[in-house]
């Protein structure tokens, strides 16, 4: 299971090149609203141990620090990345968090992008859904077309509808990244949800679409990945489009 400090890397990413991570929920545990089946941080309850969230000024200390320190050692940042060990916007400070961050960005790092990984759940909220306008890479999950389909693959607390979540996207008309994992697994196989997924791809029109598999470690047993060209494959009617599609195995 992956944890997290508060600030971290820069680390290597497959999708956002040289990565300095925020980790804005608990450094020893984890905090998210859903438990999805391939989550590289492990299963909600292993990470109970810890309860504290970071407070804005505490960001703003270590980000600064940490910019600081990458300036003087000449080391790239493509993308400062909102992820962590959960849901980043569940962190109640995030609005003020992001608008530190963009500020000692534009001081310190005015190259790096400034992305947020997000399952997109409280993109209903009117603060969130404004802090998120404010970052160049609002990276926002939707891994299945049904309701079904995310409770299988997500496994989200409390009332999750694919319906609301796609209404509080279409408020981005297209400003966004849409993030969808591809998986097989005892329940779930997304090959299944890929024809409606598309139509939700064609309603909301992302500037981009990053489609990915399995990478590491998952915390339920049988799961497996597709190949680059499998995930080609499947997602080559949106190509054929004009879809701008970022494809990692």
């Given at each position: 299971?992956?944890?997290?400090?508060?600030?971290?890397?820069?680390?290597?990413?497959?999708?956002?090149?040289?990565?300095?991570?925020?980790?804005?929920?608990?450094?020893?545990?984890?905090?998210?609203?859903?438990?999805?089946?391939?989550?590289?941080?492990?299963?909600?309850?292993?990470?109970?141990?810890?309860?504290?969230?970071?407070?804005?000024?505490?960001?703003?200390?270590?980000?600064?620090?940490?910019?600081?320190?990458?300036?003087?050692?000449?080391?790239?940042?493509?993308?400062?990345?909102?992820?962590?060990?959960?849901?980043?916007?569940?962190?109640?400070?995030?609005?003020?968090?992001?608008?530190?961050?963009?500020?000692?960005?534009?001081?310190?790092?005015?190259?790096?992008?400034?992305?947020?990984?997000?399952?997109?759940?409280?993109?209903?909220?009117?603060?969130?859904?404004?802090?998120?306008?404010?970052?160049?890479?609002?990276?926002?999950?939707?891994?299945?077309?049904?309701?079904?389909?995310?409770?299988?693959?997500?496994?989200?607390?409390?009332?999750?509808?694919?319906?609301?979540?796609?209404?509080?996207?279409?408020?981005?008309?297209?400003?966004?990244?849409?993030?969808?994992?591809?998986?097989?697994?005892?329940?779930?196989?997304?090959?299944?949800?890929?024809?409606?997924?598309m139509d939700l791809v064609r309603k909301l029109r992302p500037?981009?679409?990053?489609?990915?598999?399995?990478?590491?470690?998952?915390?339920?047993?049988?799961?497996?990945?597709?190949?680059?060209?499998?995930?080609?494959?499947?997602?080559?009617?949106?190509?054929?489009?004009?879809?701008?599609?970022?494809?990692?195995?």
């Amino acid at each position: 299971m992956m944890r997290e400090t508060l600030v971290f890397g820069p680390i290597r990413s497959r999708r956002l090149g040289s990565s300095l991570g925020i980790n804005l929920l608990p450094e020893e545990g984890k905090l998210c609203n859903f438990d999805c089946i391939y989550c590289e941080c492990g299963w909600n309850r292993d990470g109970r141990g810890d309860h504290r969230i970071p407070t804005a000024e505490e960001l703003r200390k270590a980000l600064s620090e940490k910019l600081v320190e990458c300036r003087e050692k000449g080391i790239p940042i493509d993308s400062i990345t909102f992820s962590g060990d959960g849901e980043p916007t569940l962190n109640p400070e995030f609005p003020e968090i992001v608008d530190i961050t963009v500020a000692l960005r534009n001081e310190l790092y005015p190259e790096a992008r400034i992305s947020v990984l997000s399952n997109a759940t409280r993109c209903g909220r009117e603060d969130v859904f404004r802090a998120l306008k404010k970052v160049d890479n609002p990276i926002l999950k939707l891994d299945a077309a049904s309701d079904e389909g995310a409770a299988l693959i997500n496994r989200p607390a409390g009332d999750y509808h694919v319906a609301e979540i796609v209404r509080s996207m279409e408020r981005f008309e297209g400003d966004f990244v849409l993030q969808t994992m591809f998986l097989r697994g005892p329940e779930f196989d997304t090959a299944a949800e890929v024809p409606a997924w598309m139509d939700l791809v064609r309603k909301l029109r992302p500037r981009e679409i990053m489609v990915y598999t399995i990478d590491r470690e998952t915390p339920m047993k049988g799961l497996s990945k597709y190949t680059v060209e499998q995930m080609r494959e499947l997602v080559q009617p949106l190509l054929d489009e004009g879809f701008n599609i970022q494809i990692r195995g």
